[in-house]
């Protein structure tokens, strides 16, 4: 093999363990402090063989690789103390702002449901001050047939009463993990919309 395939090969081997280490770490679910550790340790492992020209370096990195994918996934998955996912089962008045247009399906007779993406920024529990709040959400909205579609666009203020829950889904193999798919995008929880519905403040 010539060097510079060899190269590219240890390329593709690091790449290959990074993605790994993502892997487990979404079935592990190991403490970033574990995962902050192992890469510490590795760290100091690949410094010494480095020191020392030690041809045992390569497996090291491919290891360090395989932790550093880990603690990438670790720190993704990390919400905050403010995430709104916290305030699960909870009921509230939510503030936020619209991060994507509106998505809308025609049910006919039944009428029309809506689901909105926004950021969340503040909540209010009965005659509780407002607390702020972090974290992305879905908020569902149903309007009965003939109900006027409200306009709305990216950035405008979004208001909605109602009760927080966590993501779920269908758990069948073979299909997309919703879960795993929203929280990817920042998104950690669900609010549908009681008889006030949402209303929205054109910015």
């Not at 395939?5 to 280490?21: D, E, K, R, T, V």
């Not at 902050?36 to 360090?64: D, E, F, H, I």
């Not at 950021?119 to 974290?135: F, K, P």
Request: with cysteine; charged share 15%.
């Amino acid at each position: 093999m010539k060097a510079g395939q060899a190269q590219l090969f240890f390329l593709n081997a690091l790449l290959l363990m990074l993605c790994c280490g993502m892997g487990i770490a979404s079935f592990a679910q190991w403490p970033i402090v574990l995962w902050g550790s192992l890469m510490a340790g590795l760290c100091m492992v690949c410094l010494l063989l480095l020191l020392r020209s030690s041809g045992k370096t390569a497996y090291v990195l491919l290891l360090l690789f395989l932790v550093l994918g880990g603690l990438r996934f670790s720190f993704a998955a990390f919400l905050s103390v403010s995430d709104i996912s916290h305030r699960a089962g909870q009921e509230v008045q939510l503030a936020g702002t619209l991060l994507e247009a509106p998505r809308i399906v025609d049910e006919g007779e039944n009428g029309v449901r809506l689901r909105y993406v926004v950021e969340a920024e503040e909540l209010r529990r009965g005659g509780e001050r407002a607390a702020s709040v972090s974290g992305s959400l879905y908020i569902y909205a149903h309007l009965k047939q003939g109900q006027p579609v409200p306009e709305a666009r990216i950035g405008d203020r979004v208001l909605a009463g109602g009760t927080i829950r966590q993501l779920h889904g269908y758990g069948n193999p073979g299909r997309v993990d919703v879960v795993q798919s929203a929280r990817a995008r920042g998104i950690t929880a669900q609010l549908s919309a009681g008889k006030g519905g949402v209303r929205i403040e054109p910015q």
